[in-house]
C-alpha cells in the first residue's frame, strides 16, 4: 500500500515507510497522526508497540522494541534492535509452484557475446595479468603503466591536467582564494584502438598468496582460477615469487577442475627463476602483447539469454532500496530464469531473517542442508570473533533507515526474485546449473562482487541507495538507484533509476523490462555503464572469516 507519503508493504506490517520528509502532527489517510517528524527513508509505528514486541515489515520479524513505542513515532536505534523469527530446516509443503512471468516477447531475443570452448559466452573479452602473491603487485603495477603508455595514450586525465593546473598556481605564488573552482570533465580522443576486439588489459592486485593458512592459499587460487577461465578473460600473465603458499601447482588445479578444456593463451613468470627483474617483466610484457593480438582474432556473435549469468549486489543502501531497486532486479531475474539464464544471490549476512522463504524455494534436501550449514557455520565465526549478524548495517545503512539486520536482509533478498533456488554454492565455487544460485560470501560490496564474478557471472547489476562507484575489472557493472533524487545528484555513477516506481511514473514490471534490455545492451558491448568507463576495477578476495 502506498499513499505517495508513505509505503506499507504487506498487510501484517506494524510499520511504514516514509516516502518523504513527513511532519509531525500530520494527519495520514488513515487517520493516524504522527507524533514526530519522520525523516524521508525511515519507519514510524502503525500501531501502539509494547515494550518486546516484534517489528512486522515485508511480512516478516524485523526487529524487537526494546521500550513502548506510539503509534506514528519513529522506529530507530533506540527503541529497536535485531530480532528474527527462527527457522525451520523443513520446506513448507504448502509453498505453491513458481509460476515464471510471460516471456514470450524474449523468445528470439539474443546478445552478442565472446563464445569459449566451454559454452559459456563472455560479455566482455580482456587480459588479465595477476600476481599469486601480494609480493608481486609492484610488478604488476610496472606492467599497468608500461603497457597504458601504450595502448592508452590518449586518454585525457582530467586531474592530472587539475593538478597542473594548481602546480602552475602554486609557483606563481598566486592566493588559494583566488584559484578557481575545480571543473574536470573527462575528454578522449577518438584514435583508432590497436585491438579493436579487445576491451581491454586489467591488471589485479592483492593482499594474498603467503602467510595465513593452506586453506587461505588453496582459495584464492580457485578465486583466480574463476577468473582466468572466465567467459570474459581471454588469456592471462600470472606473475609468480615462487616461494609463496599460493603456489603455481595449485592453480592449475583449481583451473582444471574449472574448465578441463581450457585452452585459452596461459603465461607464469617465477621471478626466483629469472636471471633478472628485467628479464622478468620484459618477457611477461611480450606475453601481453603476444596474447592481445591472439584474442583481438575474437569477434561477437549472437547468443541466447541462457548464456547470461547475473551477478546480484547491493551497497550504500537505503530504507528504499528493498522497496524499489531490490525488487526491480528480482523482477529482472525471474524472466532471465523463464528464458533459461542464471543469476547470483550472495551476501549470507543480509539473509538473515530469511532463511525460511530460502529454504521453502530450495529444490532439494541437500540443498536446504546446505544453506543452513552454511548459514550456521558463519554466524558462529562472527560470534567467536565478538560480531554477529546483528552488527552487518553500516553507519550509512542506519542513517538512510535500514536500523536492524533483519529489516536490511527483508530488502535484500529481493534481489533474488523468487524463481526456485537451483544451488547453494561456497566461496569460491562456481555456478553450473541455470536458475538461481546461492553463493556464501560476505555482505561487503567489492569482496561479494569479487566473488560473485569468480563464479561466473558475466555481468553484475548493482543497487544503492545511497551511491556508490564500486566496480569490477572484468564484469560490467550496471548502478541502479532507489531513489530518483541519487539517479539525478549522480548521473556519473548510476546508470538506472528504479526510484521511478514510487512516483506512479512507471510500472514495476516496465521498469523491470527496461532494465533488462539495458542489461543486454552492456552484455552486447552496445553501452558502457558507469563503472566500466570511470576504470572502476575494484578487485578484494575474501579471507575466510568474520567480515560483514
Given amino acids: 500500500m502506498s499513499a505517495n507519503r508513505y509505503y506499507v508493504d504487506h498487510p501484517n506490517d506494524t510499520v511504514a515507510i516514509a516516502l518523504r520528509d513527513l511532519p509531525q502532527g500530520e494527519t ?18 502503525l500501531r501502539d508497540l ?3 514486541q516484534q517489528v512486522i ?12 513505542v506510539a503509534a506514528g513515532a519513529l522506529l530507530n536505534t533506540a527503541n529497536l534492535v535485531h530480532d528474527t523469527a527462527g527457522y525451520s530446516q523443513e520446506r513448507h509443503s504448502s509453498i505453491p509452484r ?20 566451454d559454452g559459456r559466452v563472455g560479455t566482455a573479452n580482456h587480459w588479465l595479468v595477476i600476481p599469486l602473491v601480494f609480493c608481486e603487485n609492484r610488478n604488476v603495477e610496472v606492467l599497468r603503466e608500461a603497457v597504458n603508455s601504450v595502448l592508452r595514450p590518449a586518454r585525457f586525465n582530467p586531474y592530472a591536467h587539475y593538478a597542473q593546473t594548481l602546480a602552475s598556481l602554486s609557483r606563481k605564488r598566486i592566493p588559494v582564494e583566488d584559484w578557481p573552482d575545480v571543473c574536470l570533465q573527462e575528454t578522449r580522443e577518438g584514435e583508432v584502438p590497436l585491438f579493436p576486439n579487445v576491451d581491454g588489459v586489467k591488471f589485479l592486485t592483492h593482499a594474498q598468496g603467503c602467510g595465513g593458512t593452506r586453506q587461505d592459499a588453496k582459495t584464492l587460487c580457485g578465486l583466480l582460477a574463476g577468473y582466468i577461465s572466465h567467459p570474459n578473460v581471454g588469456g592471462v600473465t600470472i ?18 577442475e574449472r574448465c578441463p578444456e581450457y585452452n585459452r593463451p596461459f603465461s607464469v613468470f617465477e621471478q626466483q627463476r629469472s636471471t633478472s627483474e628485467p628479464q622478468m617483466i620484459g618477457s611477461a610484457l611480450a606475453s601481453v602483447f603476444r596474447g592481445l593480438n591472439q584474442i583481438n582474432e575474437s569477434e561477437r556473435k549472437p547468443a541466447q539469454l541462457g548464456k547470461l549469468v547475473i551477478g546480484l549486489e547491493c551497497g550504500g543502501s537505503d530504507g528504499l532500496s528493498g522497496v524499489t531497486a531490490n525488487p526491480c ?9 523463464a528464458v533459461g539464464g542464471s543469476a547470483i544471490l550472495s551476501e549470507f549476512p543480509e539473509l538473515c531473517g530469511v532463511e525460511q522463504d530460502i529454504i521453502n524455494r530450495c529444490v532439494s534436501d541437500k540443498l536446504t542442508n546446505r544453506f543452513c550449514s552454511l548459514m550456521e557455520r558463519y554466524a558462529s565465526v562472527a560470534n567467536i570473533a565478538g560480531s554477529g549478524f546483528d552488527m552487518n548495517p553500516s553507519p550509512g545503512n542506519i542513517s538512510d533507515g535500514l536500523i536492524t539486520d533483519a529489516m536490511k536482509s527483508a530488502g535484500a533478498a529481493r534481489k533474488g526474485g523468487t524463481s526456485p533456488v537451483v544451488d547453494v554454492l561456497d566461496y569460491p565455487e562456481q555456478a ?3 536458475g538461481l544460485s546461492l553463493l556464501c560470501t560476505p555482505g561487503g560490496d567489492v569482496e561479494s562482487t569479487t566473488a560473485m564474478v569468480g563464479a561466473g557471472a558475466n555481468v553484475v547489476l548493482f543497487t544503492t541507495g545511497l551511491g556508490t562507484p564500486t566496480g569490477n575489472p572484468i564484469a560490467p557493472t550496471i548502478k541502479v538507484s532507489s531513489n ?59 579471507k575466510r572469516g568474520p567480515s560483514l
Wanted: hydrophobic fraction near 40%; include cysteine.
Fill in 28 to 45: 495520514l489517510d488513515f487517520g493516524l497522526e504522527l507524533v514526530e517528524r519522520i525523516p524521508f527513508k525511515h519507519k514510524f509505528a
Fill in 50 to 52: 509494547g515494550r518486546g
Fill in 57 to 68: 515489515m515485508c511480512g516478516i520479524p524485523v526487529g524487537r522494541t526494546t521500550s513502548t
Fill in 98 to 117: 513458481w509460476i515464471a512471468p510471460d516471456v514470450s516477447a524474449l523468445k528470439d531475443k539474443t546478445f552478442n557475446g565472446y563464445h569459449r570452448e
Fill in 239 to 256: 606473475l609468480s615469487l615462487g616461494c609463496q603458499n599460493a603456489e603455481v601447482k595449485i592453480l592449475e588445479d583449481e583451473l582444471a
Fill in 329 to 337: 532486479l528480482g523482477r529482472v531475474v525471474d524472466r532471465l530464469v
Fill in 432 to 434: 553450473k546449473v541455470p
Fill in 484 to 542: 530518483t533524487e541519487l539517479f539525478n545528484r549522480m548521473p556519473d555513477l548510476i546508470d538506472f533509476d528504479a526510484g521511478r516506481s514510487l512516483s506512479g511514473e512507471s510500472d514495476p514490471d516496465q521498469l523491470a523490462e527496461e532494465l533488462l534490455s539495458l542489461t543486454i545492451d552492456v552484455a552486447s558491448g552496445v553501452h558502457t555503464p558507469n563503472a566500466v568507463r570511470l576504470d572502476q576495477n575494484d578487485f578484494i578476495p575474501w
